[in-house]
């Protein structure tokens, strides 16, 4: 049986609880353990929350792209205009939808929205260094690492707890159009 075409759209205010949710059930906990991207290796406590999510709704400069499924959210990401690059974070799939290609087609979608919102070159994100086989997806989608890294903010709570003292963040880039 073929999986349904995912629809795209812009989040709004009543969606913010879902969205959290999706994101904690994709990286946090035990849920997470049922897909490939979890963090709870890495990180306990939480992902995100909804006055984060909320803000990411609130900024003009970005937009929150969910995808949904028979009409239920299964991915999201946000795309914020950063100058010629967008950058593309809080990118979520449904745990159990990861590995059958939704993740694939809400980054060409984002690509496509960041382009036609934006005029974007490129597009920017950060993945946590420690994290080989998620680095290994989007350089398989046309991502490079740029030599720069960030720290992990420690003492944050909003981003989680860490379970070590070696995390960072690895700066990723790739011209918009990039095959994906």
Do not use: N
Not at 10 to 20: C, I, N, S, T, W
Not at 50 to 68: K, M, N, Q, R
Not at 103 to 125: F, P, S, T, Y
Not at 150 to 170: A, I, M, S, T
């Amino acid at each position: 049986m073929t999986e349904p075409a995912p629809v795209f759209r812009e989040a709004r205010a009543e969606d913010v609880g879902a969205v959290v949710a999706l994101v904690e059930s994709a990286y946090r906990g035990e849920s997470s353990r049922r897909g490939w991207t979890t963090e709870a290796d890495l990180l306990d406590g939480q992902r995100t929350d909804p006055a984060g999510i909320t803000a990411v709704l609130d900024d003009p400069a970005s937009v929150l792209l969910l995808a949904e499924v028979d009409g239920r959210l299964r991915g999201c990401c946000e795309l914020r205009s950063v100058g010629e690059a967008v950058y593309f974070g809080t990118f979520a799939v449904d745990p159990e939808q990861q590995g059958a290609g939704l993740g694939g087609r809400l980054l060409a979608e984002a690509d496509a929205q960041a382009v036609r919102r934006w005029g974007a070159r490129a597009l920017e994100m950060t993945v946590i260094a420690q994290r080989a086989d998620l680095l290994a997806w989007y350089e398989r989608r046309g991502f490079r690492r740029t030599g720069e890294r960030k720290p992990f903010p420690y003492g944050d709570e909003r981003f989680g707890r860490p379970r070590r003292d070696d995390l960072e963040f690895v700066v990723l880039r790739r011209a918009t159009g990039a095959a994906g």
